[in-house]
């Protein structure tokens, strides 16, 4: 399902949900280099005030992933706390070649992992435990497209049904949500 209004989606249904928000995040100088070239930017305090839908659609036990840029690491926890999420850890993607920036220019993005409840873990078909790294190395690809090892880890580790927000292209097995489908 591709939905671009929560109203379109399920009550306490999604056991996942992946989300990439438009952060603020604006290149300096005369050029737009930054996200504002390639959509509308949403403010914290906007993304946060998803939290009404997010604790709607979403089962009181569930998994959360969080993109957030390095500048935006505190808001991505204020937004995880405010969509009722506890943090567990960080996965960081590093990318083979360095982005913008000023004083440190980024070649790492955080994927904030969190949970809510109580979510029993996944086990592959040998038994064990699913579980992940949490280290991504994977190529750069166009603006705020992430790596599909992604995906696969969190299908892997994370139970369905599964949400996608800020979704940029629609995945199998995936609802979504966002204006960029």
């Keep these: 399902m591709n939905a671009r209004d929560f109203k379109e989606l399920p009550s306490d249904h999604y056991r996942t949900i992946y989300a990439d928000p438009p952060w603020a995040e604006h290149g300096g100088g005369q050029i ?49 706390e405010a969509w009722g999420f506890r943090y567990v850890t960080c996965i960081t993607w590093a990318k083979p070649s360095i982005g ?48 599909e090892s992604v995906r696969q880890t969190i299908e892997l580790v994370s139970h369905g049904p599964r949400l996608e927000m800020f979704a940029r292209r629609p995945a199998k097995g995936w609802d979504t949500w966002g204006n960029h489908l």
Excluded: C
């Excluded at 997010?54 to 390095?70: E, P, Q």
């Excluded at 955080?110 to 109580?118: A, D, E, S, T, W």
């Design 32 to 80: 737009k280099r930054g996200a504002d070239r390639h959509y509308p930017l949403m403010k914290t305090k906007d993304i946060k005030a998803l939290a009404f839908d997010v604790l709607r659609v979403g089962h009181d036990d569930a998994h959360l992933y969080l993109w957030v840029t390095n500048n935006f690491l505190p808001a991505g926890l204020e937004v995880m």
């Design 100 to 147: 913008i920036g000023q004083y440190y220019r980024g070649q790492t993005e955080q994927l904030l992992f969190g949970v809510r409840g109580k979510v029993e873990y996944r086990t592959r078909p040998d038994g064990k435990r699913a579980q992940g790294s949490t280290l991504v190395t994977a190529p750069k690809l166009e603006h705020s497209v992430k790596p």
